[in-house]
């Protein structure tokens, strides 16, 4: 009994030096060297050096003259009281999803007045790209399909008064197809696409109106 | 072929081709022949020999002495997973300054993690510390993986012993080998690609920025690649985030995807191939595998084609449900853009058949027919199965087939040339009951009382089938979840633990009991009297006990739930 137990309890400790330390430090020190930029988050520089974002990791947009990623349930702890909690989209700190189920009166509600919104934007629209109105599985998704970007194209290319081919021209320059021309689906990055938005038009003043 | 389906072909192929190559190698490393990896391997395993004692790994255990051996150390490993939880705010790495865990949601953790089930009751970048993840988190799944899949090995030799013997291996030999020649190199190597992918591995807890548009953004971090490689390769489950696989951090492109689903399947599928190396029977194998592939390509499409159908709800809002070149179509609620309704289908499929219980998407969004036969291959737990433990449950299916078959046509029951009698029927028979016992009992309960019903975040039959797949998750150690359920109650840690518990543990003493008395047996040379157990004919009334025993069992279970709603969806109606 006490050499089993002994020996149970080297294995143990044996393991968790091995396993729970040396390997997960081991990693982490070849991945600093080796891939820096990824093994901190893929940052994105800002203009005062504070990073603005990391390319993954999808960002909350509001206002007609940004491409707007998918609905977010996402939230943060209530500041008034602690032992609720509010909606936050693209809280990246707490990733979560609605997790509501196709039988649920909540999810209706949302879904009719998430679209009712949406078409206030978008006159003469009747269907919505499926990810448009779904919330994504963890709150951060950075991805829309193309077909969602180009719905938001007009409102984009009227809010900063662009010509509309060049702010589709942007969206076709930013889709990204599937791996290997089979894994997954063709997307656009939120985030680069309205940092392209922002740079181009920057660079381009005489062209707005 | 459209991607869709090309997607998901090329990815049941990879399955098929890695699993022989690594049957193979798995078939040389148990059985202790020599590999290529042997100069880099030998000299860790003999510093870890020496470590818990050189006379402890060599001396030949028997069947009693392997699981009291195997049940000591997954102690020793729980109490210590449980004491760096509760302390975890007076230990290094912690930068958030998280406080130590609730005492009965470290239990919940501590079990979940030990027994390679993985459920999780808290949310991971809001919890738990650097060093907790690393310490408390990604160490047991090393052995928990391992720990299962030596039970494994040990039943498989009880088979093959000739003499009537009693020697089943060694337990810290079997685990040790396992561990660093078979889990290490693997994790290891998919970790650095998961880096080159994106997934971050620094010991920073998190990051500010601020966005584009000027808001406040505060992005979690953390040593995710190297517990996620060992996560998916382990068949445990229970991630980094929150929300998994889902979360771009921690699966950032499609290529990921493929690695995670590699790392799943490729270990319990090669256990098969493995199986037929050691027992010599080649074609015993491949009715094995055979079964479980047609199982889960049964269960994949039950899930895929109603997850791109979609839902009545969501052609009422006006969403298009075609799939097409430019949007994914289909139930898109829960789900990720990068990965589509083809890959987070094919996820959730994978997760449960090889009970790992990582997501990619959030089950609980799922259509109550797509949601089902991940609940089913939970039920079952042996579509392929975790480590070992699948393995396991399949050829208990195996063995009730062969004494059924055996009653029916007045043959002595016999598997693999040892004769199956009353012992082994009745220790078998226990440890297949205890599973629908400790699913269905505690979810019944939870739908009558007060503190079962409060956590629910679906109403009626879809809150029902919330409580239904937390049991079978736990049950069957996957650990994956219709997340809404509020699962960090003190009734739900407690009975998802003790469920656990009794999912995990019996069921392998009951089984090592039957290989210790198979072992005993002389096998007996085959004759025109027997029934072979390697034949299509046979693999068929295989997969018709494991879908009349199994199945069955859970029917009324199912009607209540996933079924029923299904008609309310149809139906129109909400709750």
């Not at chain 1, 990810?131 to 399909?145: F, H, K, R």
């Not at chain 2, 609730?102 to 060093?131: C, D, H, K, R, V």
């Not at chain 2, 179509?329 to 994978?350: C, P």
């Amino acid at each position: 009994m006490n050499t089993m137990l002994n020996s149970a309890v080297r294995l143990t400790l044996a393991t968790w030096l091995l396993f729970g330390l040396a390997y997960p430090l081991a990693v982490t020190g070849i991945a600093q060297l080796a891939f820096p930029r990824q093994a901190n988050g893929s940052l994105i520089a800002g203009p005062g050096g504070a990073p603005l974002g990391a390319a993954q990791v999808g960002q909350n947009w509001v206002g007609a003259g940004w491409f707007h990623g998918r609905p977010s349930a996402t939230t943060d702890t209530d500041p008034k009281d602690p032992s609720k909690t509010i909606p936050a989209p693209y809280n990246a700190a707490s990733s979560n999803g609605s997790n509501l189920g196709p039988t649920s009166q909540a999810l209706h509600d949302r879904l009719f007045t998430d679209r009712k919104a949406l078409l206030k934007d978008l006159p003469g629209i009747q269907t919505l790209p499926a990810d448009m109105l779904t919330s994504s599985a963890s709150g951060l998704d950075p991805d829309i399909s193309p077909a969602n970007a180009l719905m938001q194209a007009p409102r984009v290319a009227a809010a900063r008064a662009l010509p509309l081919e060049q702010v589709q021209a942007l969206i076709a320059t930013h889709t990204v197809g599937r791996t290997f021309g089979v894994f997954g689906e063709p997307r656009i990055n939120v985030l680069s696409l309205n940092m392209a938005l922002q740079s181009w038009q920057a660079a381009k003043p005489q062209q707005t109106k | 072929m459209s991607p869709f389906w090309l997607q998901i072909g090329l990815t049941l192929l990879a399955t098929l081709l890695l699993s022989l190559v690594l049957g193979r190698y798995l078939a040389r490393v148990m059985t202790g022949q020599r590999t290529l990896l042997d100069p880099l391997f030998d000299p860790l395993d003999g510093l870890l020999y020496r470590l818990v004692g050189r006379d402890a790994c060599s001396r030949p255990m028997n069947w009693q002495r392997y699981t009291l051996h195997m049940l000591a150390a997954n102690l020793a490993m729980a109490v210590l997973i449980y004491l760096v939880l509760i302390f975890q705010n007076r230990l290094p790495l912690n930068p958030l300054k998280l406080a130590g865990m609730e005492p009965m949601q470290a239990f919940n953790t501590a079990i979940s993690f030990i027994t390679n089930t993985n459920w999780q009751s808290y949310g991971g970048e809001s919890t738990l510390s650097n060093f907790s993840q690393m310490a408390a988190i990604t160490f047991p799944m090393f052995t928990s993986a391992a720990t299962g899949f030596v039970v494994a090995i040990a039943f498989i030799r009880a088979l093959i012993v000739k003499d009537g013997g009693a020697d089943l291996g060694n337990f810290y030999r079997d685990l040790i080998r396992f561990s660093t020649r078979v889990l290490l190199p693997g994790a290891l190597l998919f970790a650095l690609f998961l880096i080159w992918q994106g997934v971050p591995q620094t010991l920073d807890a998190n990051v500010a920025v601020n966005t584009l548009q000027g808001a406040h953004q505060t992005i979690s971090l953390g040593p995710v690649a190297a517990q996620e490689s060992i996560e998916n390769l382990g068949t445990n489950g229970g991630g980094f985030f929150n929300v998994n696989a889902a979360h771009p951090l921690q699966n950032p492109t499609p290529l990921t995807n493929l690695a995670l689903l590699m790392l799943m399947s490729s270990l319990p599928a090669a256990l098969v191939v493995m199986f037929g190396r050691m027992i010599g029977n080649a074609r015993q194998a491949w009715v094995i595998y055979g079964v479980m592939g047609v199982l889960l390509l049964g269960f994949l499409a039950m899930t895929v084609l109603p997850e791109q159908a979609g839902t009545p709800l969501l052609h009422q809002a006006g969403v298009s449900l075609q799939a097409g070149p430019l949007q994914p179509g289909g139930n898109m609620e829960g789900k990720e853009v990068r990965f589509g309704i083809a890959q987070s289908a094919l996820y959730a499929a994978y997760t449960t058949a090889f009970t790992t219980g990582s997501v990619n998407a959030m089950h609980d969004s799922f259509t109550p027919q797509g949601g089902m036969p991940l609940m089913i291959q939970m039920m079952l737990q042996c579509v392929f199965g975790g480590k070992g433990v699948g393995f396991l449950g399949f050829l208990v299916y195996g063995l009730i087939g062969v004494f059924v078959a055996g009653l029916m046509v007045g043959r002595t029951p016999e598997f693999m040339g040892k004769k199956i009698e009353k012992p082994e029927i009745v220790l078998v028979s226990l440890a297949l009951l205890i599973h629908p016992l400790v699913i269905l009992a505690p979810s019944a309960w939870s739908m009558v009382v007060p503190y079962g019903l409060s956590s629910l975040n679906n109403a009626a039959m879809h809150g029902y089938s919330e409580v239904l797949y937390a049991f079978s998750s736990a049950a069957a150690n996957n650990g994956s979840a219709f997340a809404g359920l509020n699962a960090n109650t003190p009734w739900y840690n407690l009975a998802i633990a003790l469920v656990i518990l009794l999912g995990r543990y019996p069921p392998i003493i009951f089984l090592m009991a039957v290989a210790g008395s198979l072992a005993a047996k002389p096998t007996l040379p085959p004759s025109v009297g027997t029934l072979r157990t390697d034949t299509p004919l046979f693999g068929v009334w295989w997969f018709a006990t494991i879908l009349i025993v199994g199945a069955l069992t859970f029917l009324p279970a199912l009607v209540l739930g996933p079924i029923a709603e299904y008609f309310a969806m149809a139906t129109h109606h909400l709750f």
